[in-house]
C-alpha cells in the first residue's frame, strides 16, 4: 500500500479516540455514561422542515443534481433571513452559496485561499477545522490566545504587525465554542477595521449567533462596508436541531464566494434540493419563535448545571450564549480531570485541550442533556467532586 499524503501527518494525533475508548471501557463495566461531551441537539428537528421534506422527497425534480451554488430558492431565503433579522442585504446570486453543514464550506474557503506557506490566524481554544484545514492545505497557523479576562473575545492589537500584513484568513467564531462568549458588534467593528487595514478575509463562523440568553448577537456583516471583508458562515444545525441534515450557507464577500463556488464546483455537487426547500422553510417563517423555544430549554437546562456545579463547590461561570459551559477545572490538568469524572462519576465532559493548547486546564459541557439527567449528573458528582476541589 502507497503511504497516505504527507500532510495528513502534520494534522495532530486525534485526541478524542482516547477518550471515547475510556467512555466504551467505563459502560462495558456495566456503568451507563452521561454524556456532555458532544455539541449535538439532541431534541427533534422543528416540525415544520419534517413535513415540508416528507411532502417534497418524492418529488422527481428533486432526483437530479441540484445547482452548484445551491437552489434560488434557498439563497433567496437566507437573503430574506438576513434581512429580516440583521438588516443586512445580501444579493442571493452574488453574496450567498449554500453549503452541505458549514463545516463543508469552512474547509473549501480555506483550500480556496490558503496555499503552501500562507498564514491563517486562528483565536484558540476554538472549533479545530480552521487549524486543521489550513494544515491540510500547507498553510500556518498564527494561534491567537484567547483570555478569560478579556470575556475570550480576541485581541487583535496582540497579533505582530508581520503577522497581520503576511495573513490572509482570520477566524472569528461569536457567540463561540466551546466557551459560550459573545462580542457585541464593536468588536465587529474593530475586526472589520484590522482586516481592511491588512487586507485579510475576515471569516465569522456564526454556526451560535441565534443562541443566546437574553441580548441577540450580531452578524459582522452589519459594520458599514463589511460585505467588502468579509465573509459569515450560517448553519441551522444547531438552531433547528439540524446537524444530521447537513445545510447552511456562506455569505458576504463576493469574491470569496465566487472563489468558494470554484472549488465546491469541483468537488461536491451540492445539497439534496428537497433539504434545502425544507431548510427554506424554516427560514422563511417560524424560525424566530423555534429558536425563542430552544434557548428556554437551553437556559433552563444551564441554570440548573451552573447552580448545582456551584452548590458542590464549583464556581463556574455562566454563559451568555451557545448550548455550552466552559470551566477551569479543579487542579488544572483537564486530561485528568475529565478521565476521572468519566471513571468516577460515568460523567463525560470535553478536555479543553480538544480545543487548542489555550484550552488546557479547561473542560467543556454541551448542554444537549435533559434536565432529567442533569440531575442525575448531579448526583453522581456530588459523590467525586468536592474531593476535588481546594478546601474552602
Ligand atoms: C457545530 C459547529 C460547526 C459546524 O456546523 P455544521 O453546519 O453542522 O457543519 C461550525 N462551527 C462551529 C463553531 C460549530 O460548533
Not at 482570520?170 to 472589520?192: C, I, R
Request: aromatic share 10%; proline share 7%.
Amino acid at each position: 500500500m502507497p503511504q497516505p499524503a504527507r500532510r495528513l501527518d502534520r494534522i495532530p494525533p486525534y485526541l478524542f479516540a482516547d477518550l471515547d475508548r475510556q467512555k466504551r471501557a467505563v459502560e462495558a463495566s456495566g456503568k451507563r455514561v452521561i454524556s456532555f461531551s458532544i455539541g449535538d441537539p439532541d431534541l427533534p428537528t422543528a416540525d415544520a422542515v419534517i413535513e415540508r421534506m416528507v411532502e417534497e422527497a418524492p418529488r422527481p425534480e428533486h432526483h437530479r443534481y441540484p445547482p452548484y451554488e445551491g437552489t434560488a430558492g434557498f439563497r433567496q431565503a437566507v437573503s430574506a433571513y438576513y434581512r429580516r433579522r440583521f438588516s443586512v442585504a445580501l444579493d442571493p446570486d452574488r453574496a450567498v452559496v449554500a453549503a452541505i453543514g458549514s463545516k463543508e464550506a469552512i474547509s473549501h474557503l480555506v483550500w480556496a485561499y490558503v496555499d503552501p506557506g500562507d498564514t491563517v490566524i486562528v483565536p484558540e481554544p476554538a472549533y479545530p477545522v480552521y487549524a486543521n484545514q489550513t494544515l491540510l492545505a500547507g498553510g500556518e497557523v498564527y494561534v491567537l490566545p484567547l483570555a478569560a479576562e478579556r470575556g475570550f473575545v480576541a485581541d487583535l492589537e496582540a497579533i505582530p504587525q508581520d503577522v497581520a500584513d503576511r495573513a490572509k484568513l482570520l477566524f472569528l467564531n461569536y457567540p463561540h465554542n466551546p466557551t459560550g462568549a459573545l462580542a457585541d458588534l464593536a468588536f465587529f467593528e474593530q475586526a472589520v477595521a484590522f482586516c481592511r487595514r491588512h487586507d485579510i478575509l475576515l471569516v465569522s463562523d456564526a454556526a451560535y449567533v441565534e443562541m443566546t440568553f437574553g441580548q441577540q448577537a450580531p452578524s459582522v456583516l452589519q459594520v458599514p462596508g463589511a460585505n467588502e471583508v468579509a465573509v459569515e458562515f450560517y448553519s441551522l444545525s444547531k438552531p433547528f436541531n439540524m446537524t444530521g441534515w447537513r445545510l447552511g450557507a456562506m455569505v458576504g464577500q463576493p469574491a470569496a464566494v465566487a472563489a468558494l463556488k470554484a472549488v465546491k464546483a469541483n468537488t461536491d455537487s451540492g445539497q439534496f434540493s428537497a433539504i434545502q426547500r425544507a431548510g427554506q422553510e424554516i427560514l422563511t417563517a417560524g424560525a424566530e419563535q423555534f429558536v425563542l423555544r430552544m434557548n428556554e430549554v437551553y437556559r433552563a437546562r444551564r441554570d440548573l448545571l451552573v447552580s448545582g456545579l456551584r452548590r458542590l463547590g464549583w464556581n463556574v461561570p455562566e454563559p451568555a450564549a451557545t448550548f455550552y459551559l466552559w470551566a477551569a477545572v479543579p487542579g488544572g490538568d483537564d486530561l485528568e480531570f475529565v478521565q476521572r469524572l468519566l471513571e468516577e462519576a460515568g460523567v463525560a465532559l470535553t478536555p479543553g485541550q480538544g480545543f487548542g493548547q489555550a484550552g488546557a486546564g479547561y473542560a467543556r459541557f454541551a448542554l444537549t442533556v435533559s434536565e432529567a439527567e442533569i440531575e442525575e449528573a448531579l448526583e453522581r458528582l456530588a459523590g467525586v467532586l468536592p474531593a476535588m476541589l481546594p478546601k474552602a
